[in-house]
């Protein structure tokens, strides 16, 4: 728990609030509030009910009963993020900038600097350039926000939210996407917002970033209140345990031996595309090929260019010991190969749509009868994955972006499902989930496994990374620095690999 001066008397509380969408009820009568100069985590599984609660506080949404105050007096919240008027902001897990503007634009937008009816640029980008040195932030204030990296985009929403002297800042998972020493800069930032009185709400499924930052920990669990205690009162493991509701003890599934003679499905020789280069490595039936290394080593370009979302500028790819070459991931789907992106959001469903369409869309063909679409078999699809990978929602009818992100993942890997694929590549199969839902994730990569598919992990968390891989390999700069495999997958040596400190020669 971080030092700070915490005051008695909440900034903002909610007491006995309940929400309801329809008849569907996802709150229950939940008390929380939020003190100055306070961290006051809030944790629970997927659909516990947070992120309502969260929007409930900041004033996208209504509660359906129960009483929010400021300072102790009660008030009714503008909607739509009007409460920023009274130092309520919440920093979204979808990133809410402009991406064809530049950093300073976004910063200043809706509040621009203005003289003698001109915008003082010279002033913004000086102000921008303050904000960025104070968090250690290397960023241009005019760069465009699309040039920039998730990582990039994350801290920028940051400091937008925090140069806006919010009393209370709401924050919804604001280190999924940031490495070990972006999360180090935003937890220094973070404490000096504290010492500045700010009031913090601290949404996040690393239970162990949970812990170290948090004054106060709330958990919650279908839509219910279970506990709030000082952090330093908690175990990491009786705060997984009281998010689901059971023990957690077997975390990742027991690893079913590699047949080192089964065949090879997938093999790269020396792949060179824009940002990574030499890649070489095979993929055998029924293996979990992990692929670690810091964000921004290339890992997921390596794969996608595989899938031919990106163009391959040399080296060769053999399926099967067929040389393939994929101009579209339709190509690559028929092949048997398919890629789950880590933003799910953006690139993986379509969140205004329902679970159905999302379900059949990327295996289409195979829905299409006399040039129309089969809605029985739609139906049946959709039936099969929400019993296959445990798909919670409210009705079959249920927006993708309605559904919480476990579940969202959930329908992601259903939807792959539907192709019958021979390679399955995830991207940050767990970003944004509980405890309880990744157990699930993992059992279900290592099923997928045991009938024969071929996985490949491509992750940031390393535990997961050693917790369900056969080998691994390590990428920095582009390149593969090494692979390990059995006992030597851990996480030293994945660390001296991924830091530079060791590199092998291989031959595959």
Known sequence: MADGAIHTTPVLSAERVSKSFGAIPVLFSISFDLRAGEVHALIGENGAGKSTLMKVMSGFIPATSGTLRVDGEEVNLPPNGQAEDLGIVLIHQELNLAEQMTVEENIFLGREIVRNGVLNRREMTAQVQKMFSDVGLDISPKARISSLSIAQKQMVEIVKA????????????????????ETGVFFEQVAKLKKRGTAIMF??????????????????????WIATKPADEFTLDAMAQMMVGRELSDLYPPIHEADVDAPRVLEVSNLTTKNVRGISFDLRAGEVLGFSGLIGSGRSEVFESICGLSEIESGTIKIDGAEVRFSSVAQARDAGVVYLTKDRKSKGLLMEQGMQKNMTLLALPKFVKNFMLDKGAEEKALARGVRRFDIRARDPNVKAGDLSGGNQQKLLLAKVMECNPRVV???EPTRGIDVGTKQQIYHFIAALAAEGMSVVVISSEMPEIIGICHRVFVMRDGRIMGSVTGDAINETEIVRFAAGLKEEVRDV
Not at 168 to 175: A, G, K, S
Not at 203 to 224: A, N
Request: proline content about 2%; glycine content about 2%.
């Open 203 to 224: 949404v996040s499924h690393k239970l162990q970033e949970v812990k170290e930052i948090s004054d106060r920990i709330t958990i919650l669990r279908d839509g219910q």
């Open 425 to 427: 590549i995830i991207d």
């Open 162 to 181: 925090t140069s806006r002297n919010a009393r209370v800042l709401i924050m919804d998972e604001p280190t999924a996407v940031l490495t070990e020493a």
